[in-house]
């Protein structure tokens, strides 16, 4: 676990270089790739302040210096269209973010761990072939895809659900209001997420049971006459979980990626649709702040993953006190 740990520090070090190093790759002054169009809109002053400020007109290594400095006390620069700092108009949308990609993470995995385990209970049989053909189907459409159609047939046609937007401009004065207006509008984004993420976590799940439920241990709690529900879910689940646990976070960089088309798809206001927008109107420093704040977010999911996994198999323990001690 610690080789992991070091994995994920050298990671997080890269991005961090990447993200420096980038912007003044590109042909010209430092400040012109940075900023790109604001520039027309600022003054001479304005410009010799930020060149100051973010040490623009020193070496690079003192620049990075600068950068590691303003990164630690939360200085992602300026942003000119939302007219905020970056950190600001990311604080803003990350929430709705981890709102759509919390749910829909969580969605998936309990659903794809018990249809799992019951198709992989009952394999060969009616509900495992057509559980193995909805999954292959499933998984076979794009997300973005598959949110168009969820667009057009929940919202635009059936007109059960908003086409747009986290909230209503009026949800109600009541807290219960609010959060059910939330809900409303987070239920087609999420299930989109949902749908795109459920057949992998339900075939991973389905081929571990398999593998599992042949172990000696199982016949003995059969021979025991144990429920088989109990056979399922406390004997067999445990041992079948931990490789569909690091699977859940080795895919959060992909759904962090569907979470861009999703967002922009049904203009949901997270991280996806904000870098969309920065993107259109050339705001560079929200465009970096974006991919520097999801890349770390990847980063701290999978390393929770990697703890979970060594909580769930005893097989891992020795490394969990290596890393503790």
């Not at 992998?200 to 429920?227: C, D, H, Q, W």
Request: positive net charge; glycine residues 8%.
């Amino acid at each position: 676990m610690k080789k992991r740990l070091g994995d994920y520090l050298l990671a997080l070090v890269i991005i961090l270089a990447l993200n420096f190093i980038l912007p003044r790759l590109m042909p010209g002054e430092p400040i012109t790739a940075i900023y790109g169009d604001a520039l027309v809109e600022m003054t001479a002053e304005m410009e010799a302040y930020l060149l100051e400020r973010y040490g623009l007109d020193r070496p690079l290594g003192e620049q990075f210096m600068v950068y590691l400095g303003n990164l630690a006390r939360g200085d992602l620069g300026y942003s000119f269209y939302f007219r905020a700092p970056v950190s600001e108009v990311l604080a803003n949308a990350l929430p709705w973010t981890l709102l759509l990609v919390g749910t829909s993470l969580v969605t998936a995995a309990v659903l794809g761990i018990i249809w799992g385990v019951e198709s992989g209970w009952r394999r060969g049989q009616k509900f495992d072939r057509l559980s193995l053909s909805a999954a292959l189907f499933l998984n076979g459409i794009p997300g973005f895809v598959l949110a168009i159609l969820l667009l057009l047939a929940l919202g635009f046609y059936g007109q059960w659900f908003p086409l747009s937007g986290g909230t209503s401009p009026f949800p109600g004065h009541s807290a219960m209001a609010r959060a059910v207006d939330i809900l409303w509008h987070l239920f087609l984004p999420a299930l989109t997420l949902t749908l795109a993420q459920l057949p992998r976590n339900f075939l991973l799940m389905r081929s571990t049971f398999l593998g599992v439920i042949k172990e000696p241990y199982v016949l003995t709690a059969r021979s025991k006459g144990i429920k088989e529900r109990m056979i399922r879910y406390r004997h067999c689940l445990r041992s079948a979980l931990p490789p569909v646990v690091t699977r859940l976070g080795m895919s959060i960089g992909l759904l962090f990626t569907g979470v861009l088309f999703v967002e922009v798809v049904f203009a949901y206001p997270g991280l996806g649709h904000l870098f969309y927008l920065a993107l259109q109107h050339h705001d560079y420093p929200t465009v970096h702040g974006c991919l520097l704040l999801i890349t770390v977010c990847v980063l701290v999911f999978n390393l929770l993953a990697d703890l979970i996994s060594i909580k769930l198999d005893p097989r891992l323990k020795e490394d969990a006190h290596q890393l503790l001690g």
